[in-house]
């Protein structure tokens, strides 16, 4: 798969995202006790043999250059390829921030175009999935598609793209935007696609001096009839993170078994900045049920149906339910806390209790104290 190139979003719906990107881009957002979101798209890349990245960013990614570093860890830093991270682009004279994805390739178009591949896949960065690039390239060359975009089943939230393709064998007929829920399964795109490169540079070209700024809508849409698209259907688990609720939602569903080994095992390893950090304690007290720890816990208190992310403290009567607690955390003796996400370094101080709800998590902000 040497002739595929990525091109990776680090940016995406951090307004909804609040205070948890707040000091990040949605890329180095924590997810599932040792890992951040780019974990999984660099992963399946590596993991399918595309070994040239570009990730694109916007604000905050200090958090995501200091993850990825060198891209060792993803067995990326090479001398041909690896990982080419692009700062906040200004994309005219005005010095005005990309408003969109088109503005965003445009500024990066020099790279895409020296690089050696043919093909390019683009794919935002707050999606958690074990793709096979392998099968979607073999899939979009038997369909003698010019672009594949990947979908998944699910309930549409607002603002999903819901991908029709009706009697055509997959070519995709029709997109919306969903306006209201709904509990009605359908085709969801992940907002990932792979195209030729010669056929991105001249959409993004011509679309970039029309003055348009959105991928989906301006060139999607519009030319789903004069263009072959055809929809790529994700099998097995896959969590899309576009505000508080699906980022808490999928969380949880990662504490069952059966999908987390899914996710990390499908088409090969999920791979994450190593650390030295010590086995986790559980101490007398502790009384672990149902719950994901990290490494370099100190348990000695109450965690149910929780995850816990590195170096987190629990003391002596403090109980824990529903919630999730990263890096860094301290739950004081006699706290108590149930839906809640409590970000890096957060300390709850003695009989302390604080609760959200399932349908509306609380969210505590990096480095407070409660």
Partial sequence: MNDIMGIIFASDNETKLNELTLHRTTASLPFCGRYRFIDFTLSNFVNSQITNLGIITRNNYSSLTDHIRMGRDWDLNRKNGGIAVFPPYFSNSARSMNRGKIEALY????????????????????????????????????????ITMLTYTACPNTSRKVIVSEDMAGRVTDMRVTQTPSSTPAEIGLNIYLSRKDLLIDLITDSYERGYTDLEKHILQQKKDSLKIYGYHVDGYVGVIDDIKSYYHESMRILDTNLRNDLFTRNGTIFTKVKDSVPTRYRDGANVKNSLIADGCDINGTVINSILFRGVKVEAGAVIENSIVMEGGKVCSGAKMSYIIADKDVTITEDKKISGYETYPMVIVKGKTV
């Avoid at 020099?110 to 390019?120: G, I, K, R």
């Avoid at 683009?122 to 073999?138: G, H, L, M, Q, R």
């Fill in 107 to 146: 500024s990066v178009l020099d790279f895409v175009q020296h690089a050696p591949e043919e093909y390019v896949v683009v794919t935002n960065s707050n999606i958690a999935a074990n793709i096979d690039f392998e099968s979607v390239f073999n899939y979009h060359m038997e369909k003698g598609a010019d």
